[in-house]
């Protein structure tokens, strides 16, 4: 098991060739901090859909989808149709004020609505998320697949090879570089998951009546009994969509590309591209997964489900481009998550300390905060082999930190009374309770599961901001409540509420027929 043939070693000699050839056209431009940040605002709808949705396909998806679904069943799934519903929600509602505002990173909304304490405290939090979460899991993922076909790599050395690639030329090419690239990876990652997810099928002689037949009926289901141990109903209803909405909505690492289009036909079009490509994970990706559980049934870590797949049933040439794609996936997401980190250190702290500094020197700066941010998640990523599973991993901790932020960002644009100081206590008591029921959790004291806690901090983060706005005298000023109005939002094509109103429909009948 794990050997290449000679066409699987082409398939991926061309593949990061293209990369770098294109990295190398696209860092000639010696961009400004605009250019470096943002991709010169020019981005089309095409290139924001794809590359929002390769940005997001890597370790969370291509590793842990399948090995959740193996574990305990395509429920997983509920995170892919539910960010297709989150995205829905952003072309609509948000992107229009996002780009109304001409920002350049999601915190700075933060600061136009309260102050620059809220500003700084989403900023740091993001970047603290992006590097131990995003980064750093995305290069873990990378090592163990890559281990699959060379036993002999060492963890850390690989790790290091990885994050030394993508650091590269995310700081020569900035976000243009990650986006150019991103839609090569996505077309190359759907090519190579179509194969592999038709190579399983095929041992089933493409019958769906004989999956059924072999694989566990819970296994088959999205919607999970209240008590399930790995994603109860309840859980997808209250917690989900606290989860997507932080990670589609206000994460930069996600929304650059947004921040990046040239327009709101283009960040409208281009997230209702990547809502329809988020149902895509659980045809390609979580169901081979799932039946993997009688293909592959003495695993004895269920991360390894994708490449153990793709080492015993994929052929010549195939292996090569599935893992190509793969390689590609996890690439995607370390270049996003260092680009957005190192914008967010940039804009949100050095340079309202710094206004003197030229967007030339930003830029400069940006590029060697790039690789600084590399090497800190390159030394963490080893550490996440001591956690019970990748996926959990990722989730558990976004669900912990993050509620307490989507309610407050929320709240920004709803309660018109809320002022900064109200909210900015609201995050702190939001995060005390959050760290609180983590410790409560981890002693055995609370058994809860992590996506209901979401729901449950999320609400209770809302509380906390009406009791602080009874209690303070913190009436926000109508400049503050200029930047969420819909009078200061860029204007929407006639197509695009239609069109939403469509994929809503579309993910809700996917869900019907695998309830």
Known sequence: ??????????????????????????????PDSDELFLAGRTLGVGVVGLSLFASNISSTTLIGLPGAAWQSGIAVANYEWMAALVLVLTAVFVAPVLLGNRLTTIPELLERR???????YLSAVSIFLSIVLDTAGSLFAGALVLQVFFPALPLGGTIA???LFAGAYTAAGGLRAVVYTDVLQSVVLLLGSAFLA?????????????????????????????????????????????LGFYYWTMNQYVSQRLLGARDMRAAGGGALLAAGLKLLPLFLMVLPGALA??????????????????AEYAPAGVVGLVLAGLLAAIMSSVDSALNSASTLLT??????????LTPQALARLGRWLTLGLMVLAAAWAPMIDRFPGLFAYLQQAFAYVTPPLVAVFALGFVDRRLGARAAL????????????????????????????????????????????????????????????????????PRWL????????????GVVFVFR
Do not use: N
Request: aromatic share 10%; hydrophobic share 60%.
């Open 1 to 30: 098991m794990g050997a290449l043939h000679t066409l699987d070693y082409l398939v991926l000699a061309v593949y990061f060739a293209i990369v770098i050839a294109v990295c190398a056209r696209v860092s000639r431009r010696s």
């Open 198 to 242: 038709l190579l399983v099928f095929a041992e089933f002689d493409y019958s769906w009546a004989a999956v059924k037949a072999a694989v566990p009926a819970d296994h088959l289901s999205l919607v999970r009994p209240f008590d399930d141990p790995d994603l109860p109903w309840l859980g997808t209803l209250i917690g989900l969509p606290v």
């Open 497 to 508: 509420r239609p069109l939403a109103a469509a994929m809503v429909a579309l993910t809700l």
């Open 114 to 120: 309260f102050d620059a304490r809220m500003r700084q």
């Open 425 to 492: 206590r609201a995050a702190l008591c939001g995060h005390a309770l959050s760290a609180a029921w983590f410790v409560a959790t981890q002693l055995g004291w609370i058994e809860i599961h992590f996506t209901i806690v979401a729901g449950l901090l999320f609400a209770a983060t809302i509380l906390f901001a009406m009791g602080w706005r009874a209690v303070l005298d913190d009436v926000p000023a109508p400049a503050a409540l200029a930047a969420v109005s819909q009078a200061r939002a860029a204007p929407s």
């Open 293 to 310: 559980i009688t293909l592959l049934p003495d695993l004895e870590r269920a991360d390894e489900v994708f490449p153990r797949l793709l």
């Open 161 to 163: 090879a990885l994050a």
């Open 347 to 356: 804009v949100d702290f050095i340079q309202p300390r710094r206004p003197g």
